[in-house]
């Protein structure tokens, strides 16, 4: 089991001092909590939107509603201690971003690896959660790893911020732009020094000097005011990315009645287009109100953007090969960008080739 640190080990403890058993009995209360803020749009809706409405749907079914004790964040958990905790019924319901557990959950990682896709929060959403309804081994996933999958988490589009000016690919040659997890990858072939780090940390990292830039959605970006440390945002539209889902503890989940499981499902994909509504006006904001923060605010050309796409492996490929085993990556990256380009979203390059 991970160390987390004295705080946050302190503050799990006193969680579960409200709990009597993992399981969840009638009248008993569950922990709901994360690495993240409730700023994030995936995280407060947790709070505002999901846990009311389960509540007010197992009353409504005449069922006891649950007594949630949520804390978001919860201090000194790490965005890589979050699976884990849910695991080991420290935690109960929490949001996941299975970005930072490429080991343990690459098979659901597959829009990383298809990037420069779409802008569209809602479109990304609808598309992932059919590929959950397609694809059990995407469930599976979370189960062996003491989850259950209840609804996927999606941002805005993932655009470029540094405190230099970016015109063209060349411009990142030797730059340390921090862009963690699979999406390290973005980097690949730009000349870039890609260095690690998470959301809660861009600010400092920037202020510090120790990276020149960072790959984040822009609605994140601006959340946590990075125009003060990092001025120039390059809208390149990487594209809106699947980067986690919310999901409750296997054992809690399994001791729910039937009925009360449905309605977590149920909630847990009406959550998904709840927060995808709240990062879409997000993403208009943000653009529109980095200028007025003092930031500049750039769109890369057609030519350099093109530059920057052959210069990237072949993404897609690569991770259906390290995927294989884990579950039919092929197939799920044929259907993820099929039901793109449903939706009218053409990728600007053939991730199948």
Known sequence: MKIYSA?????????????????????????ASTSHPLGLPW?????????PEVNSRLEAAGLDPISWNAQFPLPGLPPTGVLE???????HLSWVGTL??????????????????TDNTLDQLEVFNSLYDQFPEMGAVWEANGAVFLGAQATASYELITNFPVNSMNDLDGRNIMSPGPQAQWLRGTGAVIADGSLPEAFNLLQTGVVDGVILPVTNAFAF???EVGEFLTLINIGAQTTGGLAMGKETFDSLTPAAQDIMREVGREWSGVHGAVVTQR?????????ANGGTVTRIGTGAKAAWLNALPALGTEWVGRNAAA???????NAYLDGMAAKGHEPLRDWRQ
């Open 7 to 31: 705080v946050a080990a302190g503050t799990l403890a006193a969680a579960m001092a409200l709990v009597s058993a993992p399981a969840y009995a009638q009248g008993q209360s569950l922990i």
């Open 43 to 51: 995280v407060g809706t947790i709070q505002d939107f999901f846990i």
């Open 85 to 91: 905790t849910l695991e080991d019924g420290t935690n």
């Open 100 to 117: 930072f557990e490429p080991q343990k959950m690459g098979l659901l990682n597959v829009a990383f690896n298809a990037p420069f896709v």
């Open 225 to 227: 005011k990075l125009f």
């Open 283 to 291: 993403q208009q904001g943000a653009l529109a109100n980095w200028e």
């Open 327 to 333: 579950g039919p990556s092929a197939a799920i990256l």
